[in-house]
Every structure is written in structure tokens, then in C-alpha cells.
RNA sequence: GCGGGCGUAACUCAAUUGGUAGAGUGUCAGCCUUCCAAGCUGAAUGUUGCCGGUUCGAACCCGGUCGCCCGCUCCA
């Protein structure tokens, strides 16, 4: 992390210069949902082009996919997030904390077996065992724990609130005429798009085992707490591959990966210091999940997942075919096998990085004791690569640098600009983390048909012949490292 | 969702605390300007988040609502 310590300056910087505003901010905003304005825009495309070029076509072995954000109801009911997805909460109005209602009822039930009353234990089992069948299953539970007279553990009060579902699904009517019944759900996830598409694609693209498929897209939750900006949004984009494995070789795979996404976070120019492994212990492993890692960024807010990387066994294949009632399993030729896929499964926010990416960017220094502000990203990501101007409004040296942008255009994300000093065009593209300006002066008209190259990161210059000037550009974008 | 804090221009903030809003930065225009937010002149932008109440009068007090921050909780 540089010298944040907070999100606020990064929340201030990306409204300011039109990365990032709030939704509907004009009505008043609408909780944890942003939207990217012309530099975000710019820099997510970036993000997003450069992992699908790294995550498909540099492995001949991955393709990619783009699934509907609609999926059919089932999808849901197979990848077990309708279940886990629901959980019934209830809080302790003493304490204001918050317990799950089937989890105090466990607890208690525990605790009447441990206390010899087994009689008792096994009746409220059998109450919870059919809860949901009576009224529904929050009342069913709310009435187990009033009739038991079931004390919050860490108040010992018992003032309890209803106790409410948290379906962390969107559902949305499918249909002009839809009732209740045929409601669809947002994904929450992207994989399950891939997972029910598996077996079209093995079918139509000559893939074999091992082969990924990838896919970036919206996700949506309804996060109880959805908070730090773009961190935590309720519609957020995934870059999701799934990598399609013989049971066996999963492990291997696993660390495979995990290897080469580290390694993809420094080639975009994360600095190294500010990227860690965080091991799922294996007690809080995900419902699907054989083992599961996160790749962390250090942001102002500590320590937080932007990938992760889990292996995800043959779960979703195995359920998606019980319930479809299709075949999902990979015939092997060559060793005449048959089995169902594990699958190691890489998913990465792309909204969170791009926190990332202007976290680790984010600099101020101090200049002649002037403050400079200034986003040293990797020049592939950023929104504005190359700045051209004259050094001062006039003619001559306005139609050079029009040219020289008119040609670098073709390659590169140009602006030009003339007004104001030439020290404050520096200033304001820093801000917008160009890498690269080039200036026209007179002696480019008049003696020496060269140009200034100014580098962002440490404020060098350089004369260089006009044409040399995409060359220079290459060249810097190759040479550069974060600093 | 609960508790606490907060909400004034695009950004950061001020307003002698009830007397109807200002500064710096930024933006735009003009002049000037031969390399790091220079200078000068001028301009635009606010029903003080929104709605209601109290009051002769509300940015300020009260209620509601929306949003943000911190903590709790949750985290597939």
C-alpha cells in the first residue's frame, strides 16, 4: 500500500477524474452500486482485455464462453446456492448480535443431549428436521426458539426479532405475464454459466482434458453488508476460467494455477510486496470446495481477497448432472477412461481490480514543495497512454503535434491538449496515470525535427527524432516496472 | 440488518453556532507564456442529500428518508 490509509482519497480521485461515481447519484445514490465514467471505463477495459488475452488465447487449451446473466431456475437449486444461499437469521435485541435460528437450535439441542435430557433433544430435532413445512420456515424456527425459550449463548437474554431469510439472490420476474412461480434469478456467479455450457463446447471444440473455459460478466449479490466502494458491490463483474481436470491431477493443476495467477498480478504491475496468499483453512471450505486459496491485495483497508483460486472437485458437473438428468462425464480415448471432471476453478474481481490496480498506483509527492499527484499504473492499463502537445498555443507547432497524435492514435489511447502551461498538462495527466507525453517546441519546427518525451514515473526527459517516437513509446511500455 | 458518526459547489473544506452561503483547488474563456499545477482578467456551477415539522426566520433544532464512514454481523 502507498501512503493511503483510507479509500477516501482513492473514492475522491475517481469522482474527481472520472473514474468511478456513484449510481444514480443525481436521486440520491443507490447503496453499493458505482458506475465507471470515461478514464474507468478506459482502464476496466484494459484490465479485462489484458486477462482475456492472457487467460484464453496465449493457451490453446482455454476457451472462452459468454453466458446470459439469466440461467434456468434449476442452475441454482444443482449449485446448492438456493440452500446456502438463504440463511435464516435472527438477532439477540440485548446484544444487537446476530445468530443463525437453525444454529441456535442446533447449539441447544447439543446441549440438552450433553445434559442428559435426550427426550427433549430428540423432540426439538424433529420439530427442526420439519421446519418449513408448517407455516414457513423462518415463522417454523422463530416458533422452535420462543417455545423453547432458547437464550441468545452471549447475552443469556431472551428478546429476540423475527427471524428473517437473507437471500443473497436477486430474483426478477422472467416473462411479461409471470407470476411468483416462474421468477429467474440474477447469477450470483459466473461459473455455473460454464458449467451448464461444458458439455457444449466439448462436444463442438475439439478440446480435451485438461482444458479451461473462461468467461467475464456481471455477478449479483444482495449482500447483507455490501460496503468500501467498488470492493463489495451488489452488481460486480467476475474473469472466471475454469480448468477441466483428470480426478487425480487435481491437486497438481491446483497449484498450477495458483502459481501463475500470483505471477499474473505482478506482469500487470501490482508491486510484490502488496500480494499474499491466504489459505482457506480446510473447516471453512466453501460447499463445493476440496481446497481454496485467496490471492490478497494489502488495500488501504487491509488485507483483502481480489482472486480466488479454488478447487472445486467434480461438485457442480456431478449435481448439474443428477439434476438435468444429462450425461457430464469425459470419455478419455487414449486411455479409455471415463470419468467426471475435477475442476480448478480461477475467479477474479474485476471491479476490485481495479481498486487494486489505483491503490498500488496511487502516489504523492513532493515536488519543488508542491504536492504532485500521480497514478503510476502499468501503461497498458492506462485509460490515457500517450499525451501530445504544443509547448505553447500556436501555429506551427499545433499542427505537428496534431499529426504526431493522428498517428499515434492507430496504436495507442491519445490526448492532446494546449491549454493552460505546459507544467500543468503534466500535472493533470499524471493524475489520469498517463505514462507518456510528447511535446512539440520550436526547435521541432525549426531546427531539429525532435520532440521532448516526458515520463511519468520520474519526470525525465528526453529528445527524440519524430519518428522515433512510437519506437520510444514501445519501448517504454516494454522497459517499464512498477516503482 | 443493528449501534455510532457524518452529508454545504466537480474535489477539499469554512460559515461568530437560528439571521436566507464563502474560500482554496478544479473547470471554461481571453491575455500572457520556449518544459513541470506560473501570472493577470473574467465566467459558470449550490432550492446546504431529499421530504416534512418547529420558528417571524433553519445549513444549524426535531422527525422521517436516502447515501457515505466506523464497529458488530455476514462472507457461497
Redo the contacts with the bound molecule.
Sequence with gaps: MSNLD???TI???A??RGFIF?SSEI???????YDYGPLGVELKRNIQNIWWKDMTQRHENIVGVDAAVFMHPKVWEAS??IE??N?P?I?DKQS?????ADMLIEDCILNLAKDGKKEKAAEIQELLNTSGTRKNLAKDLYDIIIENEIKAPDSGAFDW?EV?Q?N??FKTAFGATSSEDDGVYLR??TAQGIFVNYKNILDTSRVSVPFGIAQTGKAF?N???????VFRMREFEQMEMQYFVEPGTDSNAYALWKKKRLSWHKSIGIREENLRFSD?PKD??????LA?VDVQYKFP?GWQEVEGI?NRSDFDLTQHQKLSGKKLDYFDQKNNKRYVPYVIETSIGLDRCILMVLCDAYREEE??G????VLKMHPELAPIQVGVFP????SGLQEVARKIEAELIEHYSVRYDE??????R???L??AGTPFCI??????I?TDNK??I??RDD???ERIPLNKIAYAIKEGIKDWKPS
Design positions: 483510507s479509500l477516501d473514492v475522491s480521485l469522482k474527481a456513484q436521486y440520491g445514490g443507490l447503496s453499493a452500486v446448492g446456492h446456502g444461499f440463511d437469521m438477532d444487537k448480535k446476530r445468530y443463525r426479532t428473517r437473507f443473497l439472490m450470483p456467479e449479490r449482500e447483507v453488508v455490501a460496503r468500501q466502494f482457506h471453512k471450505l466453501a460447499h463445493y470446495a481454496a483497508i479454488h515536488v519543488n508542491e504536492k504532485r499527484t509547448l505553447v498555443k500556436k491549454t493552460g502551461s505546459i507544467g500543468k503534466y500535472r493533470r499524471d493524475e511535446t512539440v517546441d520550436f526547435d521541432t525549426e520532440v521532448t516526458r515520463y519526470m525525465s526527459q
